[in-house]
Each structure stands twice: as C-alpha cells, then as structure tokens.
C-alpha cells in the first residue's frame, strides 16, 4: 500500500548539518473515499490503563515539529505520577516550556522533582532537559582514561560534534534513555523526542551518527594516528603513499588546523569507537521491546497527519509497539446542532430586514405595519395584534412558525418620548453583532468539518490505530492544572465515543 506522506513539515529549530537527512518518499497519495463519517470512527485509545501497567516503562511521544508533543508528553508525565507511578519526563525541546509548565525555573540534565504534584497514590514526577553536549561529554569520561578524556573535551573538533552535528541530538536522546531505563529507577519514563524536519529522525539519526563514527572515514583518519603521527603522513609504502594523497587533498579541502584537529580527536577516541554503534543498536532494541509504547502526536491538519501516516508505517516495519495516535488541538462547538448553513440562511435574515429583540430574545421584522391608533381617552394602546405568521431560524438550528410582534405605540407626551431612548438604533447594532456571530459560528463548523475529513482519511488508511482526540484549550498551556486538563482529556476517550461526542 502506498504510503500517505508528500508533505515537507519544516522546523526552524533544526540546524543546517553535516550528515544528510533521511529522504522521505514524495509518494502521492489519492483522497480516500470515506462512506460514512459519522460510523467511521477509530477504536479509542486508553490512555489511563497504558499508563497504569507496570510493564509499560517507556513512553515515547513522537511526530513532525509544532503538534503538541512536549505539552503531550508532561500532560502523560503528570497523570501517571498522580495515578502512583514514579515518573520522569525527559524532554529535547529548546523552547524549555516544559519547565514553566511544571513550575520549575529551569531543567538541566539531571532528573528534578516537580512541585505540587498530588502524592496520595504512591508516585511522584520528575522532569529534566536533554544537555546534548553534556550528555556526550559523559560517555567520554565513563569510556576514556582522565588524560585521554581531558584531551578529548578540549578537541575544536569535538566541541563542533557535541553541539551541532547532525544527529548529535537525537543520538544523545537514545544515549540518555539507555541510562535512565538501565537505572531502574522509575516506573514510567516519557520521552519527548527532538524537534526535527522529519519525526523519522529520532529513529534515523543515531544509527547515521553511529554507523559515522564508526565507519571507513574515521578508520581512514585513525591510520596516520597508528603509526606514529606526522610520520604517517610520510610516503612509506604504496599504501600509505595513497593515504598520502588523500590526506594532502582534504588538506587543501578542509584546511590543515582541521585536519589535524579531526586527527588529534580520532587518535584520542580510538578505543571508544567501537561503543557508538553497540549503545545505539542497544536503544534501538529498547525501543522494539514490550514495555515500550509509542504515541504518535499530530494536529488535525493534512500535512502533519501525513507525516503522523507515514511514522505508523515506518514503526510497523520496524517492529516497535505502536500504542495509538494522539491527535491534539481538535477543535469543537458546543452549538454543533447548527450547521454553517443555517447560520450564514440566520446572519442573512438578520442583514437583510430583521433585528433582534434583547428584551424578549426574538427576531422581529421592523417593516411590519403597525396597528391602529391610540385610544385618545386612557392613552393606552387601543389593541395589539398579531402580524402575519413567518418562519424563523432560531440560534438552537431549528425553525419555528410564530407570529411578527406588532405594538401599538402608546399616546405619551412628546416630552415623555424625546426622553426615552430610542431602541430601534441597539436594536439594529445587536443584529449585527448577532449576524457576525452566526457568520463566525459558520466558519467553525467549516473548520470542524475539515478536520474531520482529514481526520477520517487517516482512519481509513489506519482502521487499526487506536486514536485519542484532545480539544484545544482556550488559553496557553502554562501550569499543572492546564496539564491536568490535557491528562484528563486525553483519558476520556471512551465518554466521548458513548455519547457520540465529536
């Protein structure tokens, strides 16, 4: 089956790089026919007993840049803690939203205990921020010798590759979540992978990174290093004679300090090489084990649910436990019953003639003929009677038959009615207002339907991906209540699909 992924979902936050991305196949993709939209719904994802199951460790939330993954990751890291399960997020988001959103000033490499997380049940939350170069600044002082290490640490061309080269940062992530699960020390871990151009770098990049450094070019670079530094450099055989040309070309390519630079770090690096490879095979298969679950995160939209469409596959061939789809920022009314037909037909009819009565909550025509006259001895309105019967749309979409008020003015004064306020004037202002909102009501039951369109095409392709729909909240995501919002909703799947809610 062709595999629905054309879009180019962009990230500013990723870096121009050495090591070229994985390409994504620019495959076309044909509009899937949906039969019915309102019986194709996919089975619901249960958050609450994915997060209760002690074999579950590793939670991986994952997705192209801009969808929600960091908000999704502490929303589970919250309801797991408070539902008794020692967690830690691990989040690679530069923004360091995470850290707001959980009430601590800043996370750094080591685990923090976030604050006012409700303890009854047992569990606790922790959080913390991948430090990339820190991270890789570890593994050379675990792996090398302090003299060794030391000389490492000062490389220029180590310092380059510990803070910007390509799959630097998603290698450290895997680097990082081997140390945390080989610890034992938490019951749940949530990873939120690294922003990237494509979700697939998370899988892609640390075995280009480690296939790298472990690879025929830096073996080229450690040969000179093996026999005896500049006298490497030296024609002493045919081999080396063409060993030779080739460092004397990248000499001319690269520049002779970088070279050396390169040189002076293979050579110090020599007896780690071989450990790049092997941790990341060793995550790698981490990933593929049991009690790992992936969450594929993704906004209602057609690029990002491509990408989300293509991940599901590549995940599948992989063999990593996908646990469901989360798709955030869906976008709801709770006046669904009027559909953007009948509320552009209501804002018409309120443009074109009619006005709304504040006092009484009714459309009225003020081109309805007015009755007769005052009676002259009370001054009270002689009679009041019905106008013509009319159909009318009310904000609830339904029509009603009623009749057209008509009232007979009364015979006060003219200095009683010059101060009364004339509400023909409000009333004309409320029609338009109440037209701009019928207007504005229309065009969200377009965007609500365009998303579950988009929304359903997923589902057709993926008939088998459980899928958890999480509303957007009015305001930003800024504190452990707005998370526990975002956990609760994205536990309430089974109430929205009993009641048919949408």
Not at 472 to 490: C, E, F, K, Q
């Amino acid at each position: 089956m062709a595999t629905p992924l054309d879009a180019d979902v962009s990230d500013a936050d990723t870096p121009d790089t050495d090591v070229p991305d994985a390409d994504v196949p620019d495959v076309d993709v044909p509009d899937v026919e949906v039969p019915n939209a309102d019986v194709l719904d996919a089975e619901a994802l249960e958050i609450d007993p994915l997060l209760d199951d002690p074999t579950t460790r590793i939670v991986v939330c994952c997705g192209s840049g801009g969808v929600g993954k960091t908000t999704t990751a502490a929303a589970l890291g919250v309801r797991a803690a408070e539902r008794g399960r020692r967690t830690v997020v691990l989040t690679i988001d530069p923004a360091r939203r995470l850290a707001q959103s959980m009430g601590l000033s800043e996370l750094d490499n080591t685990p923090r205990e976030v604050p006012g997380i409700d303890k009854a049940a047992g569990g606790e939350l922790h959080a913390m921020m991948l430090d990339m170069k820190r991270t890789f600044d570890e593994i050379v002082e675990t792996h090398a010798d302090p003299d060794r290490a030391k000389a490492i640490l000062e490389n220029p061309f180590y310092q380059s590759l510990s803070t910007g080269f390509a799959g630097t940062q998603e290698y450290m992530a895997m680097e990082k979540l081997g140390q945390l699960r080989a610890g034992d020390e938490w019951d749940l871990i949530v990873v939120d992978t690294p922003p990237s151009r494509s979700a697939l770098d998370f899988l892609d990049a640390p075995k280009r990174l480690g296939s790298f450094l472990d690879g025929k070019f830096i073996k080229l670079m450690m040969a000179p290093a093996r026999v005896g530094g500049r006298a490497g450099m030296k024609v002493v055989n045919l081999g080396m004679a063409g060993l030779s040309l080739f460092t004397g070309a990248l000499n001319k390519l690269l520049g002779a300090g970088l070279l050396r630079d390169v040189q002076t770090f293979v050579a110090a690096m020599d007896t780690m090489f071989g450990g790049f490879r092997t941790r990341a095979d060793a995550t790698y298969r981490l990933l593929q084990a049991p009690g790992t679950a992936f969450l594929v995160v993704a906004a209602p939209e057609r690029d990002a649910l491509r990408e989300a469409a293509y991940f599901v596959e590549r995940l599948a061939a992989d063999r990593m436990p996908l646990a469901g789809l989360v798709l955030n920022r869906v976008h709801d009314s709770d006046a669904a019953g009027l559909s953007a037909e009948r509320a552009v037909a209501a804002a018409e009819n309120l443009e074109e003639g009619g006005i709304v009565d504040r006092r009484r909550g009714k459309i009225l025509d003020r081109d309805a003929p007015s009755a007769g006259p005052a009676d002259p001895e009370d001054g009270s309105p002689a009679s009041e009677s019905p106008g013509p019967a009319r159909s009318v749309t009310t904000l609830g979409g339904n029509e009603t038959t009623e009749t057209t008020e008509r009232t007979i003015p009364d015979a006060r004064s003219a200095a009683d009615r010059a101060s009364t306020p004339d509400a023909t004037g409000d009333d004309e202002d409320v029609a338009v207002l109440a037209a701009g909102l019928l207007r504005l009501h229309a065009d969200r039951m377009r965007l609500l339907a365009r998303e579950r369109r988009t929304r359903d095409r997923f589902t057709a392709l993926h008939p088998d991906v459980p899928l958890a729909q999480v509303t957007a909240l009015p305001g930003d995501v800024h504190d452990l209540d707005s998370l526990r919002t975002i956990g609760g909703r994205l536990a309430d799947q089974h109430r929205r699909a009993s009641t048919g809610t949408d």
